[in-house]
């Protein structure tokens, strides 16, 4: 009996483990580096490994490939793997078989829900006496990113029925390898588009960098997380009369999913945004995108009102202003130290507007307050790098050490670049002494202070436009208003897919930005306001005006198609060559272009389109992944979903514009700005009238002054 009973345990947790999902992770996800490399006598580089707070981890096995240099001395080389700092594998550096593939198991219980650091620290030697130097070009290790990852296997945990669990639990940006969510919308409507689209913005938003996408239908969808957004009778017809109550104001309520059976599934969320009416519904929806910390407890919650701050432009995701002054702490700076042979760098990340007008001539003061120890060497010093450029470097050259207070950097504007810049502060400290010298580490240090200063120059929002790696950037224009104001998604036509597709940008858009869309408006018509425009749709459903302004124009009586040229140092003059036929995009394919509004100089048009419903869901899911976003520039983008990566084509084909801080512009400014050949040809003009202007003037008065004399 009790050999039965074993053999039934045992088969019961066979059972269960083969319901548990596994996913293959690559390390190259977890950092933007294909590889990276442990150098010097010793040396650690860390990646961070999202746990979500929902799934419940079994089991961990790292995959590791790697390469050691070739004069490395086996018996004193080694490398450590920690998890959270504890040691949980070791090997030996051996050159006599360079190329290593390592298996590790993690213990789980070292990790917990959050980021959990990896890292890989190195001892490595090329000589067997006391006397080598510290940071050799021999001493190298090689960890390939793209060839490692970690292997996971893990069960859902039930989604507890509290709104609080939406911030953190549900919509979390550490769920790999990407977020899904299926919103259920009352009916095709412009308002159910609009309401969806706040809806998705606030889910984007709490995914953080963590891609997602997102599905619509009149019903929910199971295996997935589900949004409900209408209406209480629709609400109540779709859930049951029990699952919602009747509420004077907005009304939000988080349930378990159910199965396609109708079985319950606890693992996954149902959250219902409703209200009596279309503007109840809209509070709903706002309140929901705003709960961004564990509150309220309960699993409903009535809203009457939603208060926004007031809002500027270019006020989005860490954006900084011009002309103020920003201590190195308000920008995620702490206090650094920077101790040993090879301590590595550290960086603050800031956004600038995505349209400045970057002149010459211009400084951003950094004022640093950094102390550093005795005994260094004086070639000892920190560089300072802008987007991985070097641009300064600092000399450690006081013997005994020194603190240093508001030594002042000026930094040229254009090193600079719209969007996301980096400034990283990379400390080479070195011992005084022979090579052969005992070092002592613990006296090589260098801290930079937090009460360090970076100041930019008063600069104008003027840009040459049309540029879509500002959309990828940082979602400009649609988010010259972080909030969507002035902002239009113009859908040509009602179909799921597409307003699916519109959806998986605009939560890019709100990523990079920051802010949830609530201003942004939903239309199945060319919006009768001046703005900023979205338009999604099918090949034939979209208006000739539009197809007669974009850059590869798809008209009934025949194709004009640009195609670049062999090109000279003066690319930016070149144009495209036009070819006038007859042909068709042709099905899976993608087209994202942007251009000129035809209605109103100095806004833009950017369209997502296709000659199929499903071939532009493809590739809005495809410009969604980092890979796509990091080669989308120009004015048109070709999208070829593919596997295992999707192919992009990018070029610029049609004409430039300009566009100002109110997305207006002058057509004098604009031309000048956009053909600076034309700028220094008036200047050199004016000067040369001004110049004439004096001479005859001179003269004219010489003449005078004679005639009285």
Partial sequence: MKKAMLFLALAMAAATGALADTIRLPLQQLTPLASFELRCVSDQKEIQVPLPERWELRRLVLHLRYTVSTNLIPDSSQLVIRMRGQPVAQARLNPMAPDVKLGVEIPVKLLQPGYNALAFQVAQHFSKNQCESPCSPDLWTNVSLAESYLEMEYDWKPVPTELSSLSAFV??????????VHIVTEDDSATS?????????????RFDFRRVGFTVSRAPRAGVDNVLVGKRAFAAKTLGEAAVRPAKGGYLKVLPMRGAAGEPDPTRAMLVVTGESDIAVKIAAITFANISFKFPGSDELEAFEFKLPEVEQYSGRETIRTDQTYSLKTLNFPTQSFVGINPGSRGITFRLPPDFHIRPNQY??????????????????????????????????????????????????????????????????????????????????????????????PMPHFVEMPKLELFMHSGFPLTRWPDGHEAYVWLTEKNDRVLAAALNLLGVATQRNGFPLFEMEFTYERPAKEGEIFVVGRVPTVPKELWQAAPLKLLDDGVVVPYPVVRGWNTEFVESATSRQKSALGPGRGLLMQFQSPWHPGRTVTMLTGVRAEDIGEASQALITSLAQGQTKGDLVLIEPGDPEPKVTAMVAGSPYATGKKGSYSPLESFLYTRPWAYYAVSAAALVVLAVALFFGLRRWRRSRRAKG
């Fill in 364 to 457: 951003a003061k950094l004022a640093l307050n950094f102390s550093y120890g005795a005994g260094l060497k004086s070639d000892s010093s920190f560089n300072i790098a802008v987007n991985g450029k070097g641009v300064r470097a600092v000399a450690l050259d006081s013997a005994s050490g020194n603190f240093i207070d508001g030594y002042k950097l000026d930094i040229p504007t254009y090193v600079f670049q719209p969007g996301t810049n980096t400034i990283s502060f990379t400390g080479h400290l070195h011992a005084g002494g022979q090579v052969c010298d005992l070092i002592q580490p613990d006296n090589l240090f260098l801290t930079i202070y937090e009460n360090s200063t970076i100041t930019f120059p």
């Fill in 171 to 180: 919509f979390d940006p550490r769920l790999m390898p990407a977020g899904e």
């Fill in 193 to 205: 588009a609009t309401l969806a689209g706040i809806v998705a913005s606030g889910i984007a938003r």
